[in-house]
């Protein structure tokens, strides 16, 4: 049995960690905020990680982090993996120029577009899962580039 890790807290930050319960964060957080909550009203680490079937060594983990950094120590770091390299005014972007050009556009375009506009470098694979997991593009909307809309459009911007 290591040592005894206590947290004391105010009612405040008992009632902040209770509405975290019910609030639109991820599991994890609701659960850490649950194991400050059980070490503060004398629950054990041992006890604390058996009922969350979690090791000893986690909880004491949650409960520094807790002492350290307060709230913020609830929500974890950046997960592993690549980062984003677009963000969401780029999908504006690319949205806007999809509403407002009169010909269709495939991936490769886009993509080409968005690196000389935005310095964004994504691949048209990249690019397609992205548009398609956001919200959606209004693709019919958009009109397909037949030769009588080229012609309009050459006549318009020679």
């Excluded at 604390?48 to 307060?70: C, M, P, S, Y």
Aim: hydrophobic residues 40%; glycine residues 6%.
């Amino acid at each position: 049995m290591g040592a005894c890790i206590r947290v004391f807290l105010t009612r405040e930050q008992d009632k902040a960690l209770l509405k975290l319960r019910t609030a639109d964060v991820p599991q994890k957080v609701k659960d850490r905020a649950e194991i400050i909550r059980l070490n503060a009203h004398g629950w054990y680490v041992e006890k604390i990680a058996a009922d969350f079937n979690w090791t000893a060594q986690t909880v004491r983990e949650v409960l520094h982090k807790w002492r350290k950094l307060g709230l913020e120590g609830l929500w974890g770091l950046a997960g592993r993996g690549g980062k984003t390299k677009y963000t969401e005014q780029d999908i504006v972007f690319l949205e806007e120029c999809l509403k407002n050009e009169p010909c269709t556009s495939n991936s490769l375009q886009l993509t080409q577009k968005l690196e000389s506009d935005r310095n964004v470098k994504l691949s048209a694979d990249r690019l397609r899962r992205v548009l398609k997991k956001g919200e959606p593009v209004r693709w019919a909307a958009v009109p397909t580039c037949t030769p009588a809309l080229k012609q309009a459009t050459r006549s318009v911007f020679p």
